[in-house]
């Protein structure tokens, strides 16, 4: 069954950009009837007023939140039965969970596109007509398990690509595995599908991974995909003949890709260590604002909205931006915490027990084609740009891909080796000072024995 296109939709979210992304989305999804409310009290307001089919809100709003917005929806009537999604920054499991218990009909984690808004609504008003997962059925190969491995259009997961490379043009063949590589358009996707157990591995943000198994998803760290990699980059409105940084970012907005992310940890950092309080609008005082974008959308926003300060994004996006004259190189990642993780790759505990052989020939491989990427850095480029950008649709180029991996102190693929002491220094930094996460035992989340073992074979 089809979803009426005419379905009144109220959206909820004090970020203009955002209820900007959102009437974009949704008139991609085929939804053109959206009214759109400030916070959470302009929200009950225009339910009032005009008693939409669906709310769909944020969560983080000054004055009434999202959560209280929807827990008066959920005591009043007649408005008790409007189905309500939260479309958020709260991307943590926690926040998952407290949006079903007050009534929630659904969560879709920023940054999202509009075919996730598109799917949260049918999982709505037509269930049925939502693809459902049916028992994974595992391809065995010629001998070979086959290894489903999911990544985005991002620098830090090219050893993958150049994994994937060496494999189709011959130079190895893996005994124990067969590669199936699929590039996801964002971070929720490869949540989701690490979760369900859709994917076997995944090159994902460590804290996403972290947060998962926080909440019980049965999955292990096994490698790092990069070291450093990172940059922020402040935008070309700044003067230094009248502004001082902290001015500068001051009552403005910060994009991050993620909440549960490196990125996110660094930029609160930084902005911290000028004297400011940065966070997400809601109970306590905050003076910079993060937004949580997809990171394709981060020059371009900046380029056309004068509050957005800056943001902090993975390459080859940051590079392409300064070079467009969008913005400036406030710091890379790396001059801030030298040689820091930030992407791991994430496997099914399932997969690590039964198939051993294979992740230990897995782990090898990518261990020796990190270095085989640092080995030659136009090359690397090259493959990058087949890898990342296959249907030419982000533009990248082999000059950009060159100038990302030539900087100082730049992406580093060369020792992927985990160090339980990094994780944990993000752990707490994330939990302690900026309230988000759980602590976790991470000598259950981290497992070294196939990086170890690979380390030592190469070594001799």
Same mark, same amino acid.
């Given at each position: 069954?089809?979803?009426?296109?005419?379905i009144?939709?109220?959206?909820?979210?004090?970020s #203009?950009?955002m209820?900007i992304?959102?009437?974009?989305?949704?008139?991609?999804?085929g939804?053109?009837?959206?009214?759109?409310?400030?916070?959470?009290s302009? #929200?009950?307001?225009?339910?009032?007023?005009?008693k939409?089919?669906?709310?769909?809100s944020d969560w983080?709003?000054p004055r009434l939140?999202?959560?209280?917005?929807?827990?008066?929806?959920?005591?009043?009537?007649?408005? &008790?039965?409007?189905?309500?999604?939260m479309?958020?920054?709260?991307?943590?499991?926690?926040?998952q969970?407290?949006?079903k218990?007050?009534?929630?009909?659904?969560?879709?984690?920023?940054?999202f596109?509009?075919n996730?808004?598109?799917?949260a609504?049918?999982?709505?008003?037509a269930?049925?007509?939502?693809?459902?997962?049916?028992?994974?059925?595992r391809?065995?190969?010629?001998g070979k398990?086959?290894?489903?491995?999911?990544?985005i259009?991002i620098t830090?997961h090219?050893?993958?690509?150049?994994?994937?490379?060496?494999?189709?043009?011959?130079?190895?063949?893996?005994?124990h595995?067969?590669?199936?590589?699929?590039?996801?358009?964002g971070?929720?996707?490869?949540?989701?599908?690490?979760?369900?157990?859709e994917?076997?591995?995944?090159?994902?943000?460590a804290?996403?991974?972290?947060?998962?198994f926080a909440?019980?998803?049965p999955?292990?760290?096994?490698?790092?995909?990069?070291?450093?990699?990172?940059t922020?980059?402040?935008s070309?409105?700044?003067?230094?003949?009248f502004d001082?940084l902290?001015?500068?970012?001051?009552?403005?907005?910060v994009?991050?890709?993620h909440?549960?992310?490196?990125?996110?940890?660094?930029?609160?950092?930084?902005?911290?260590e000028?004297?400011?309080?940065?966070?997400?609008?809601?109970?306590?005082?905050?003076?910079?604002r993060?937004?949580?974008?997809?990171?394709i959308?981060?020059?371009?926003i900046?380029?056309?909205?004068?509050?957005?300060?800056?943001?902090?994004?993975?390459?080859?996006?940051?590079?392409?931006?300064?070079?467009l004259?969008?913005?400036n190189?406030?710091?890379?990642?790396?001059?801030?915490?030298?040689?820091?993780?930030?992407c791991?790759?994430?496997m099914?505990?399932?997969?690590?027990?039964?198939?051993p052989d294979?992740?230990?020939e897995f782990?090898?491989?990518?261990?020796?084609?990190g270095q085989?990427?640092?080995?030659?850095?136009p090359?690397?480029?090259?493959i990058?740009?087949?890898?990342?950008?296959?249907?030419?649709?982000?533009?990248?180029?082999?000059?950009?891909l060159?100038?990302?991996?030539a900087?100082?102190?730049a992406?580093?693929?060369?020792d992927?080796y985990?160090?339980?002491?990094?994780?944990d220094?993000? &752990?707490?930094?994330m939990?302690d000072?900026?309230?988000?996460?759980?602590i976790?035992?991470?000598?259950?989340f981290?497992?070294?024995?196939f990086a170890?073992?690979?380390?030592?074979?190469?070594h001799?």
């Amino acid at each position: 069954m089809a979803v009426d296109p005419k379905i009144k939709i109220l959206i909820a979210d004090d970020s #203009g950009t955002m209820r900007i992304m959102f009437k974009q989305m949704l008139n991609k999804a085929g939804f053109e009837n959206i009214t759109v409310a400030v916070d959470g009290s302009d #929200g009950i307001k225009k339910v009032q007023e005009q008693k939409p089919d669906l709310v769909i809100s944020d969560w983080n709003m000054p004055r009434l939140d999202g959560l209280e917005f929807l827990q008066w929806l959920r005591k009043t009537p007649p408005y &008790q039965d409007i189905p309500f999604i939260m479309a958020t920054a709260q991307a943590d499991k926690g926040q998952q969970i407290a949006i079903k218990e007050a009534g929630g009909n659904g969560h879709v984690p920023k940054p999202f596109d509009s075919n996730q808004i598109k799917d949260a609504i049918y999982k709505v008003f037509a269930p049925e007509a939502v693809a459902q997962s049916g028992p994974r059925t595992r391809n065995i190969i010629d001998g070979k398990v086959e290894i489903t491995v999911a990544h985005i259009q991002i620098t830090d997961h090219l050893a993958l690509g150049a994994l994937k490379h060496r494999i189709e043009t011959g130079e190895i063949a893996p005994r124990h595995f067969q590669l199936k590589v699929e590039k996801k358009p964002g971070w929720n996707p490869i949540q989701e599908g690490l979760e369900t157990g859709e994917l076997d591995c995944a090159f994902v943000l460590a804290p996403i991974a972290m947060d998962l198994f926080a909440y019980d998803s049965p999955i292990q760290l096994v490698l790092l995909a990069h070291k450093n990699g990172s940059t922020f980059v402040r935008s070309r409105h700044y003067d230094p003949r009248f502004d001082s940084l902290q001015s500068f970012y001051k009552y403005k907005v910060v994009d991050i890709p993620h909440k549960m992310s490196i990125h996110h940890m660094l930029a609160h950092q930084f902005l911290k260590e000028l004297g400011l309080k940065p966070g997400v609008p809601g109970k306590k005082a905050i003076n910079v604002r993060f937004e949580v974008v997809p990171p394709i959308k981060m020059p371009g926003i900046m380029k056309e909205n004068e509050d957005v300060a800056g943001f902090m994004v993975a390459e080859p996006i940051a590079t392409k931006a300064i070079a467009l004259e969008i913005g400036n190189l406030e710091f890379l990642s790396s001059t801030r915490w030298d040689k820091h993780p930030c992407c791991i790759v994430a496997m099914q505990k399932e997969f690590i027990q039964n198939y051993p052989d294979a992740v230990q020939e897995f782990v090898s491989l990518l261990i020796e084609t990190g270095q085989y990427v640092e080995q030659d850095k136009p090359r690397a480029a090259q493959i990058a740009v087949n890898f990342l950008d296959p249907d030419g649709k982000l533009g990248l180029s082999t000059a950009v891909l060159e100038k990302v991996f030539a900087q100082p102190m730049a992406i580093r693929m060369d020792d992927l080796y985990p160090v339980l002491e990094d994780f944990d220094r993000i &752990q707490k930094y994330m939990h302690d000072v900026m309230e988000i996460g759980k602590i976790i035992d991470l000598e259950k989340f981290i497992d070294t024995t196939f990086a170890h073992k690979a380390v030592m074979q190469m070594h001799g």
